[in-house]
């Protein structure tokens, strides 16, 4: 048996290892154990007789019996009033006491209520040294992992508090653009092999510090050091805890902290996103493994670089997506319990595998683990719900994505586009046009609000968003749009120039040939769509989901060659 020093409670559950009710460390024993531990009895005493000062009711505490005075027959009726003045006063303190330890517990530093919202904001690099910024991140991420596991906590994700990254906004600002009750700061110190965090907890309200702490460790407790944090921000957050909750939320990945560095070291370079920094992820991931077979985080992020690479590196998706695959089965298979795994699993069985069941089940999976995980809402609203024509349920799943995380601009411009694709396209025209006010630099917005103007019929617009994406970034995309827009225009030299534009493109890196079986439907040249379409087919391009609902094919379905092709990949006619 446990009890809590605080509240006194008793625990018949020996997992258990912090009060459920105030979140105190439980010590071994009954709360109820005799001796001088028992608290003493409240005592009434008597009040003064008539004429004597006011009415006090006093509650103290002694080990005497309670002595009641006598009553004679002629001071019944005095006696009667004087008790009922007595039982008023009595009344009215314990209610204005209790008023006023209510009004403390609810709004002061003590507040039992638990916070059921929060945004980890990034952690500052106060080191003076930018070589360690991995490390402050790396923390942040970590924490907002451990936190959004727990049970009734939201909490925002890793995009959006990083949109924050390099600003100062109060708590108060941040609370009311993110709708959350708390903030969690905290600034990172990097000295040799001396490491300084220090922590605040912060009401968004009042902007009241609810509860602050520096930790001084060597850098080798790294690991240990981000358990005991998300241990004691939980016990803050007065959330309650079972056993095995408290357990996971302790849980480490590995006890070698060199492994661990590289971890985040691999997690810092896939969040930049590029072809370079991608294979830079992945050496580091590497790296951990060979220092810990066994970490499977280290696993997790192998399989998410590796999906990344026909993207962004320009490999072709049979060289990379097979290896995506076997490292996030061998996550799984050393942590069935990892969301992230399962959510990289369903998405090569979905995009290169083409096994929509089972990556349904793999993503249901992933969501009922970790249901605060923005990322699996995004790829099942994204990817299952969408390819298959499920276009109401895919913009419920993105709306979720987005409400989990409302700063990341490639969820909200997703949302947009499974509006575009369900042929919503005033509503998709809307969000890319709200994910532009985020950041107009952001050129996959513009490029796919270009695809919304075009199936709306405004070709003017649409080549202006496709102008403002190419001085953005060189995507393949946007000359196959171009070489559209042109068609439907009536302007065929322009557009087989933009189709000789492409092929160029694919002599210096991996270009779809899905990309080149829009640009042959445009310009009305069926069988060479379907010869790329078989091209596509044969390289397991992940593009070839969106075929049965690929609006820009429209004009292929009526083709038997189409539904012999969704046929062959699994796909619903």
Avoid at 169 to 181: H, M, R, T, Y
Avoid at 259 to 269: D, I, Q
Avoid at 400 to 416: F, Q, R, V, Y
Avoid at 440 to 468: I, P
Wanted: net charge negative; glycine share 6%.
């Amino acid at each position: 048996m446990k009890r809590c020093p605080e509240c006194r409670r008793d625990y018949y559950d020996d997992t258990l290892l912090y009060c459920l009710d105030d979140g105190n460390a439980l010590l071994e024993g009954p709360a109820t154990a005799s001796g001088g531990d028992e608290p003493a009895t409240a005592i009434l005493h008597s009040t003064a007789a008539p004429g004597d000062a006011p009415t006090r009711a006093q509650i103290l505490d002694t080990n005497e019996t309670a002595i009641l005075p006598s009553i004679t027959n002629n001071s019944v009726s005095q006696a009667a009033s004087r008790k009922n003045s007595v039982i008023a006063g009595v009344l009215g303190i314990l209610i204005v006491t209790a008023l006023g330890v209510g009004s403390y517990l609810y709004y002061g530093r003590g507040s039992s209520k638990q916070i059921e919202s929060i945004a980890v904001m990034p952690f500052v690099n106060d080191s003076g040294n930018a070589d360690v910024e991995y490390l402050s991140d790396g923390m942040t991420e970590t924490l907002i992992t451990s936190l959004s596991q727990l049970p009734n906590l939201s909490v925002k994700a890793r995009s959006t508090v990083f949109y924050y990254k390099g600003k100062d906004p109060s708590p108060k600002k941040i609370g009311e653009e993110l709708n959350v009750q708390a903030v969690l700061l905290g600034r990172v110190v990097h000295r040799g092999s001396d490491l300084k965090l220090s922590l605040e907890l912060v009401n968004t309200q009042t902007q009241d510090v609810i509860w602050s702490e520096q930790y001084d460790r060597r850098e080798s407790d790294l690991v240990s050091l981000q358990a005991e944090i998300a241990r004691d921000v939980s016990s803050k957050l007065k959330i309650r805890l079972s056993g095995a909750e408290q357990q996971k939320l302790a849980k480490t990945y590995t006890q070698d902290p060199t492994a661990y560095t590289n971890y985040l070291l691999g997690r810092f370079y896939w969040n930049k996103r590029t072809g370079n920094d991608l294979r830079k992820s992945v050496e580091y991931f590497q790296k951990a493994i060979a220092l810990d077979p066994n970490f499977a985080l280290a696993y997790v992020g192998l399989a998410d670089s590796y999906v990344l690479f026909p993207s962004f590196e320009g490999s072709q998706p049979g060289e990379t997506l097979p290896k995506a695959e076997t490292a996030a089965k061998k996550a799984l298979e050393l942590d069935e319990s990892l969301a992230e795994a399962h959510t990289a699993l369903s998405f090569v069985l979905f995009i290169f595998d083409w096994k929509f069941d089972e990556s349904e089940k793999e993503i249901n999976r992933a969501i009922a683990l970790n249901p605060n995980y923005s990322t699996a809402y995004h790829r099942y609203g994204n990817a299952n719900l969408l390819a298959l024509g499920r276009f109401d349920e895919s913009v419920a799943a993105m709306k979720k994505a987005n409400e989990l995380d409302p700063l990341s601009l490639i969820i909200s411009a997703d949302l947009a586009t499974s509006y575009c694709y369900g042929l919503r396209l005033d509503e998709a025209i809307a969000q890319y046009s709200k994910t532009l006010e985020m950041d107009n630099t952001f050129y996959y917005a513009h490029l796919y609000l270009g695809r919304a103007y075009l199936l709306k019929g405004d070709h003017q617009k649409a080549l202006d968003e496709l102008e403002k994406a190419s001085g953005l970034e060189s995507d393949p995309r946007i000359p196959m749009l171009r070489s559209r827009i042109f068609s439907k225009m009536g302007r065929r030299p322009e557009a087989l120039r933009m189709l000789d534009e492409l092929k160029q493109m694919q002599r210096d890196r991996y270009v779809s040939d899905f990309h080149f079986a829009i640009v042959y439907t445009g310009l009305g040249e069926t069988d060479l769509a379907f010869a790329s379409l078989e091209n596509a087919f044969k390289a397991h391009d992940a593009n070839l989901v969106y075929l049965k609902v690929d609006p820009l094919l429209a004009d292929l379905r009526g083709d038997p060659r189409f539904a012999g092709m969704l046929k062959r990949l699994n796909l619903p006619e």
